[in-house]
Each structure stands twice: as structure tokens, then as C-alpha cells.
């Protein structure tokens, strides 16, 4: 390597750094920042970088990183739960995206051969924007994002026969029978490694390794099973990025799976984002410009294609039209994987230098416009429910189940989202022998947990009549559990119109939703990420002997008050932490001077605490004020709370004190 080289890296690096800045000030999602770093440093616009050509091997590093960390996200049984979405939704998805791309190919004039590799380009769909867009909206745990993640696996799949298939709709391959069959016994020996490796190889060498307490030889390790497993796939004639997607996968069987992902994750994310600046480097500014009217042509045809058929995919999965509109969106973009296809078929004459620039500007677009499609989606989601659509479309088609047993139910809880929450809430109704009704979007998780007896029902809970057949007029309690935060919203401003009475308890994950929600009717919202804060510093109280009384105080003023003390918390407090490390052999406390209690109105020479118990009285809190190192003279007020220090047996005795004078501690 030459200083050119880290010349250009480093140009990259400061004009990403500025270019992603902006875009997060504007409020642009940073994957469309990263496509216009390559745009402005590429050779069609300032030609700031001198070798392309390095820039794409790290894009292509990067693409095996990213698709190693995604494999390690997606364990073999994850796989097998999701496999109705992999096999169902992603065959339909890409064998009606691929025909129709074949056809409007043949009506624009071009040869069958390359119609047919059209339609393998239309097919793919971008995994690696999708799941960012989702995740970067905090949604990769809904059911539109593992959906939507599902069908791109089958898509990445399907790219292996696809390359297979572009030399032979180039002519180029004489004996195709032989290579197929060979390519066939080839991938069947890769995929018998993998499950090997994935069940006992793997899950050992990394036991070995662990025993070394090293993290170097850890990390070395990891890295050591993506590249062979990749040149396995590679010598197999198999693409490397599907190679790195199975060394995940294998790594994910074992336990060690989640420190793997944390080692790696750093590395994922700078040279995944080499991936789309590199592809901004190929974008010819030129070329678009002067040929505008084609490439938007191109753009929406594709974009309203692949909307309708991996809508088509989710209405084959049985799902309702919110989740069926953010999956045709997620889907909408032309993938990296097309990238993959484009440059062998490029190289063997399949595609045109013409046609390639169309194709490569067109999908750009699509991938930049991504992120923004999924945002709108749930507002394109609420303007397709209020047209006149088949109520099959708009519920599902499984919304013909029904739970007729539980027709009569009154005075009943209504869970909404039957995940970690969902089913920890419908364990503890069952415990308290509490009637209660589910309503959940997973059709799989539907027909499971019916066979098992559960009391559920498929259907979107934002939908008046999901929430009208679970009982919601009837209902005294309605929990809503689920992680999609636009869907809250409307489950219950739905429920507090449908039944003014209902008591709405919303889970939500980021203390930004609690105001809105209780501004659309919820009675209580409990965001997660906050909630965990509570708990812990309330066991922190109880360690530092804060009375039970105090700490349930404390927790609901926090609640009451949005949790404004965790995001901006007060300077004025009182580091008993501090006093208790310092001093080892002295005990800290505090003590509430109730209404009734008869120390009331005395002074604290007259209590003499500390020449009848030994403890010293460091404080007293009133209010919002706090009393240091108080007089004798001083005067203790019902609703005081006095903060003590002394041995443990002295403070052990002034609590048994305190407790006879006081009638209500």
C-alpha cells in the first residue's frame, strides 16, 4: 500500500464525518449520507479519491462483516421459527418480483436472456438498509422487521443459483448439465459442514478458546471461522457473503455467540458503510442528469413492483394490512445482492455499460429513498385503512379464527402482544386466576398457543374490530405490549374512545412516548427505559437502609413526573454512599417522623438521642430543604425525615426507639 492510498481513506473518512453530521442535523438518515460521500469524492463529481478500485475490496470486506454479524443475529432455530416467512414469503415475494421484472423487460424490447436476469435484479431486496432502517427506528424486534428480514434471507439465498445462471444466459457454459450437478453436490457438502460445525465443531474449538481467558485469541478465533467457512463457500463456487452469513449462523449455535457479535460489531459498522460510499463512487452524476426522465421512470416502476408483490408476500403470510405495508416498503429497494449479480453479468456482456449505469442509478435511489419509505410507512398504513379495502385484506387472512369460548367474557384483561411482556402478564392472570384475552399478530404464534389452550386470537390491535371481538367494551384492564411504537399510539387512543372506563397500561421502550400516550388516554406507561433504572436504584435504598415508605415515594414521584429526575437529575443530594465507603464501621440511615408521631414539636435536646443510643444526627430533610448538622434547639416537625450515623447496634436501637415513639412506623 502507498500514501495514496491512506490519502484517500483518510479523505473518505473526514468528508463522511461531515457530510453524516449534516444529515443527522437535517434529520436525514446517515445511509443516505454515506451514498453522498461517495457521489462527492467518486470520479463522476470532485474525484477526491485516486483508486477506486480499493475502496470497493473494503465495500466488499465490508458486505462479509455485515452479513456475519446478521448471520450471528439469526441462530438455526431462530431460522426454523421464522421459516414460514423465509420459505413462503420469500418464495412468493421473489418469484412474482422476478417474473414481473422479466416482463416489463420484454415489453421494453430487450432479448429473454436479458429479461430474465432483470427479473433476478428486481428480486433482491437490501437486507443491510432494511435492518439498519429498522433498527435505527428502535423496530427491528417487530413482526414487519423479522418479516421483512426473512423474505431478504431467502432473496440472499436464491442469489446462489441466480449467479450460477448468469454465464449460461450469457452463453458461456457449454457443459451445464455436469456444473449444475456438481454445483448442487457442492452446496449440499457446505451446508452438511455447516450444521457439523454449527452442532459440535465450533461450539468446542470456542470452549478451548474461552478456557484462555484471552480476548486477542477470541477475537482472532471468530475471525478465523468467517474467513474459512467464506473461502469454503468461495472454493465451492458460492458467493463469499453467503459463506459469512453461514460462519455466523455456525457461531450462534454456541454461547459464546454474543461476545462474538460484540468484538466484531466495531468493524461491521466501518467497513459496511465503505459499502455504500463505494457505491455512491460509481454513480455517474452526469449520467443522471441527462437521463433524469428514464431513471425516475425506472425508479417508480421498480418501487411500486416491489411494493405490491412483498405486499403480496405478507398477505400470503396471513398478516393485516399495517405489517403488509411496512414489509412492501421495507422490501421496496433494489439490494446489494443485485450488486453482486450485476458485476459478473456486466463482465460476461449480459448487461450493457449503458444499461448497467441505468441499473446502478436506479438503485441507488431506491436504497436512499429506503429508510424514509419505512418511516412514512405507518401513515401510508393509516390512509390504506380508511379506503374501502376487503376487510380480509385489511385484518388478515387469518382473522376467520375466533374465540367464540370467550364470547361472554366480562370484567376480563386484554393483552395486546404476546412476547417477552405479553406472556409474562397472560402467566401471572393465569396464576391469579384472572380472565384475559391475547391478541397477536405472529399467525405461527397464534396457531401455536391455541393448540397449547391459550385464550388467543389473531388480528392488528389498532384495528377497532380486533379490539371490539376481544371483549374491549367488557374488558376492565388492557395491557398493550407491543414494541412497534406507532401501533400504541393507536390501540389506545382506539381503546379509550371504544371504552372511556377501561384501565390502559402501555408498555413502551423510550420515556419520549409516555407523554403522548397519556395525552391519547393511557392511565399508566411504563417505559423500559427508565423502568430498569427505577428498579435498580430502588434495591440500591433498601441496601442504604432507606425506609420501604420513603422508596415508594420516591418511585412515584419519578413516575408522576415523567422521570425528569433521571434525564435531568438535581445536584442537591445527599451522597450517603460516600459517608458509608469512607467510614466501614459506621452504619448510615434515615428515619420518617410521621404524622402522629409523638417526637413531634420536641427539640433534639430534649429527645437526647445520642446520650441514650450513641448515634449522631448528621441531618434533617424537610421538604426540599435539608437541615445540616442540626442544634439542640433545633425542632423536629411531623413529616421530617432524620438522617442518622452510629455503630449498627446504635442505629439497630434507635429504630426500635424511634418505632415506640412513632405509632405509624
Given amino acids: 500500500m502507498d500514501a495514496a492510498f491512506f490519502s484517500d481513506i483518510l479523505i473518505v473518512f473526514a468528508l463522511s464525518i461531515g457530510i453524516v453530521f449534516v444529515c443527522h442535523r437535517l434529520h436525514i438518515p446517515s445511509i443516505v449520507g454515506f451514498f453522498l460521500t461517495g457521489i462527492v469524492a467518486g470520479p463522476h463529481a470532485l474525484a477526491l479519491v485516486n483508486d477506486v478500485g480499493r475502496v470497493e475490496l473494503l465495500a466488499e470486506v465490508g458486505i462479509i462483516a455485515l452479513l456475519f454479524t446478521v448471520g450471528m443475529g439469526f441462530s438455526l432455530e431462530r431460522l426454523i421459527l421464522i421459516r414460514r416467512a423465509v420459505l413462503l414469503g420469500g418464495s412468493v415475494q421473489v418469484v412474482l418480483t422476478g417474473l414481473a421484472g422479466f416482463l416489463i423487460a420484454r415489453v421494453l424490447g430487450l432479448p429473454a436472456p436479458l429479461a430474465v436476469f432483470a427479473g433476478f435484479l428486481l428480486a433482491h431486496s437490501s437486507t443491510t438498509i432494511s435492518l439498519k432502517s429498522f433498527q435505527d427506528r428502535n423496530e427491528a424486534d417487530t413482526l414487519a422487521a423479522r418479516a421483512t428480514v426473512g423474505i431478504s434471507i431467502f432473496q440472499d439465498i436464491m442469489s446462489v443459483p441466480m449467479l450460477f445462471l448468469v454465464p449460461l444466459l450469457a452463453g458461456k457454459t457449454a457443459d451445464s448439465g455436469s456444473s449444475f450437478l456438481v454445483m448442487v453436490a457442492e452446496g449440499l457438502a457446505v451446508i452438511v459442514i455447516v450444521v457439523v460445525s454449527a452442532k459440535w465443531v465450533v461450539p468446542f474449538a470456542l470452549f478451548q478458546v474461552t478456557r484462555t481467558r484471552s480476548r486477542e485469541l477470541f477475537l482472532f478465533s471468530t475471525v478465523a471461522i468467517c474467513l474459512a467457512v467464506t473461502a469454503l463457500t468461495y472454493a465451492a463456487g458460492l458467493s463469499p457473503a453467503l459463506g459469512a452469513f453461514l460462519a455466523g449462523i455456525i457461531i450462534s449455535e454456541s454461547e459464546y455467540s454474543q461476545q462474538a457479535l460484540g468484538d466484531v460489531m466495531p468493524f461491521r459498522d466501518i467497513f459496511s458503510n465503505f459499502f455504500f460510499i463505494s457505491i455512491g463512487m460509481l454513480l455517474d452524476v452526469g449520467f443522471l442528469w441527462d437521463q433524469i426522465g428514464v431513471v425516475v421512470a425506472l425508479v417508480v416502476v421498480a ?108 370484567d376480563h384483561l386484554i393483552i395486546v402482544g404476546y412476547g417477552v411482556n405479553g406472556r409474562n402478564v397472560a402467566s401471572a392472570a393465569a396464576e391469579a386466576l384472572i380472565p384475559y384475552v391475547i391478541i397477536e399478530m405472529n399467525p405461527e404464534t397464534v396457531r401455536r398457543e391455541r393448540a397449547n389452550g391459550e385464550s388467543i386470537l389473531f388480528g392488528d390491535g389498532s384495528q377497532p374490530v380486533v379490539l371490539e371481538h376481544a371483549g374491549i367494551l367488557q374488558a376492565r384492564v388492557l395491557v398493550v405490549a407491543t414494541p412497534d411504537a406507532t401501533g400504541t399510539r393507536r390501540i389506545v387512543e382506539n381503546a379509550r374512545r371504544m371504552n372511556p372506563s377501561v384501565y390502559i397500561i402501555a408498555r413502551t421502550r423510550f420515556v419520549t412516548e409516555v407523554a403522548p400516550l397519556y395525552k391519547l388516554g393511557a392511565d399508566e406507561v411504563i417505559p423500559e427505559e427508565f423502568e430498569t433504572s427505577v428498579e435498580i436504584f430502588s434495591r440500591v435504598l433498601r441496601k442504604y437502609l432507606i425506609p420501604r415508605e420513603q422508596i415508594e415515594n420516591f418511585i412515584r414521584t419519578i413516575r408522576a413526573g415523567g422521570y425528569d429526575m433521571f434525564r435531568s437529575f438535581s445536584g442537591d443530594h445527599t451522597a450517603l454512599s460516600e459517608i458509608q465507603t469512607s467510614l466501614r464501621d459506621v452504619e448510615v440511615s434515615t428515619f420518617p417522623v410521621d404524622e402522629g408521631c409523638r417526637m413531634a414539636g420536641q427539640t433534639l435536646a430534649e429527645l437526647g438521642l445520642r446520650s441514650r443510643t450513641g448515634i449522631t444526627i448528621l441531618g434533617i430533610r424537610r421538604g426540599d430543604k435539608t437541615i445540616p448538622n442540626p442544634g439542640g434547639e433545633e425542632t423536629i416537625h411531623a413529616g421530617d425525615v432524620l438522617l442518622v450515623m452510629g455503630p449498627p447496634d446504635a442505629v439497630a436501637s434507635v429504630s426500635d426507639l424511634l418505632k415506640s415513639e412513632c405509632a405509624i412506623l
Fill in 303 to 410: 418501487l411500486a413492483v416491489k411494493m405490491l408483490f412483498a405486499g403480496a408476500a405478507a398477505v400470503a403470510l396471513g398478516f393485516p394490512l399495517r405489517v403488509t405495508t411496512t414489509i412492501g416498503l421495507g422490501l421496496s429497494n433494489i439490494g446489494e445482492f443485485s450488486f453482486i449479480l450485476a458485476v459478473p453479468g456486466l463482465a460476461v456482456g449480459l448487461l450493457s455499460p449503458t444499461n448497467y449505469q441505468y441499473f446502478l442509478t436506479a438503485t441507488v435511489i431506491t436504497m436512499a429513498a429506503t429508510p424514509f419509505l419505512i418511516a412514512a410507512a405507518p401513515r401510508v398504513a393509516d390512509y390504506c385503512l380508511t379506503l374501502k379495502l376487503p376487510r380480509l385484506l385489511k385484518d388478515g387472512v387469518h382473522q376467520h379464527q375466533r374465540l367464540d369460548e370467550d364470547a361472554g367474557l366480562t
